[in-house]
């Protein structure tokens, strides 16, 4: 089984392919906006967001004092079962974050609005960040 630093290598490694990749091939323009949505959303689910929250590991451990946040996590995905599904498993991820997230914000503004004015599209690229991080550790799983 591929330790955290392994995972963060092999993600990184094939981030930077796949950026080489669409900008030698000049196929794709985004926006600076959009490379940055990616890239953050690429290195939460490389580093926070991982499948790895099922287990007592390294990405659980990096939550800090925030890790008691996602012991509900833990304690409901058995180690290396759904929540190493590609799609599944990052989905469900997501989803819970952001409960957290939105809870934490509805208790602190008492609402639910943002008050941003941000295309939804940056959020979209950015949630597709995660999902790729996520299918690339449960990628490099399978292989090991
Ligand atoms: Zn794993």
């Given amino acids: 089984m591929p330790g955290y630093n392994r995972h963060r290598l092999f993600n990184y490694i094939i981030f930077i392919a796949i950026v080489f990749f669409f900008y ?11 490379i940055l949505a990616i890239s953050l959303g690429f290195y939460i689910g490389t580093e926070f967001v ?5 287990t007592n590991s390294t990405a659980y451990k ?3 004092n925030l890790k008691i946040l996602m012991l509900p996590y833990k304690w409901t995905f058995k180690h290396r ?3 190493h599904n590609i799609l599944y498993g990052a989905f ?3 989803l819970y974050i952001s ?3 939105l809870a934490f914000y509805y208790i602190i503004f008492k609402s639910l609005s943002t008050g941003l004015d941000i295309s939804p599209v940056y959020p979209i690229i950015f949630i597709f960040g995660i999902i790729l991080a996520n299918a690339l ?3 490099l799983d399978n292989i090991f």
């Fill in 24 to 34: 030698s091939e000049n196929t794709v323009h985004p926006d600076i906006g959009r």
């Fill in 50 to 54: 991982t499948p790895d929250l099922d």
């Fill in 62 to 64: 990096r939550w800090g």
């Fill in 81 to 83: 079962q759904s929540s």
């Fill in 92 to 94: 469900v991820r997501i």
């Fill in 99 to 101: 409960i957290i997230i």
């Fill in 137 to 139: 550790h449960v990628l």
